[in-house]
């Protein structure tokens, strides 16, 4: 079964730098499972193409694109601001 790409746009990259060290590292890993199957058992599915994994209290919200084997990660936010409009 062939890897996804893992890319994160710049407002969560910008989000995951700020959190605190142990939390960073506790995604990153959770990156890694999301790179070997992004509909994973943890996985839950949102819409069409969007899903979100749980980290604690936090979660990430990616995008899933099937024919260039691409996750796109757009949000990484406590799960009371993570679904908030801005």
Known sequence: MKRFDVRIVASAGK???????????????????????????????????????????YRIVYHVNDAEHMVLVTRIRHRREVYRRR
């Open 15 to 57: 989000e995951l730098a700020g959190m605190p060290r142990m939390l960073r590292e506790r995604i990153i890993e959770k990156f890694d499972e999301i790179r070997k199957d992004p509909r994973g058992m943890d996985s839950k599915r949102l819409d069409d193409a969007t899903y979100r994994v749980r980290v604690g209290d």
